[in-house]
């Protein structure tokens, strides 16, 4: 992917399960929209908006409810 994730604001198309597995992440980008993998340390519902704190390789991030980015760590420029 040749554009920057983290910072950016999806919405779960499946829900995370934590410890148990990756959801999906639905983000707008580049005119488009991408899916990827989401991680995250508990579980969170489809249909919840996330932050992207975290790049995980090619199709995977890991992300936080928006609820709970108070602080986000966004990348330093």
Not at 39 to 52: E, K, N
Request: charged content about 20%; hydrophobic content about 40%.
């Amino acid at each position: 992917m040749d554009f920057e994730l983290i910072g950016m604001v999806g919405t779960l198309t499946t829900a995370t399960r934590g410890a148990d597995g990756p959801g999906e992440v639905l983000v707008r980008v580049a005119g488009g929209s991408e899916s990827l993998l989401a991680y995250s340390d508990a579980p969170i519902a489809r249909g919840t908006s996330v932050l992207i704190v975290e790049s995980r390789g090619a199709r995977g991030v890991t992300v936080v409810r928006m609820d709970e980015s108070a602080t986000p760590r966004l990348p330093l420029t």
